[in-house]
């Protein structure tokens, strides 16, 4: 994640795991930092994504649990 990380310009990350948590599941503590700058470049190369994009668009969403039943969650 860390070599990725490097080949798409973010000069100021580092990754100890790729879930984002400070604790792994052996409860050693890692660490992932990123600078403001790194997350902008980061966010500003997802909306390139058609998926992505069309993600952060979305201005509400509902999940249901089955076809046909009520919404469960709404965003």
């Known amino acids: 994640m860390n070599h990725l ?3 798409i310009g973010l000069k100021n990350s580092s990754f100890s795991n790729v ?3 400070n604790l792994s ?6 660490v992932n930092t990123s600078s403001a700058f790194d997350i902008a470049l980061l966010f500003n190369r997802a909306m390139n994504l058609e998926l992505f994009a ?3 668009a979305t201005k509400e969403y509902k999940c ?3 076809p046909g039943a009520k919404p469960i969650n709404k965003w």
Do not use: D, Q
């Open 5 to 7: 990380a490097t080949l």
């Open 19 to 21: 879930n984002g948590y």
């Open 25 to 30: 599941e052996n409860k050693v503590r890692g």
């Open 54 to 56: 069309k993600i952060m």
């Open 64 to 66: 249901v649990s089955s």
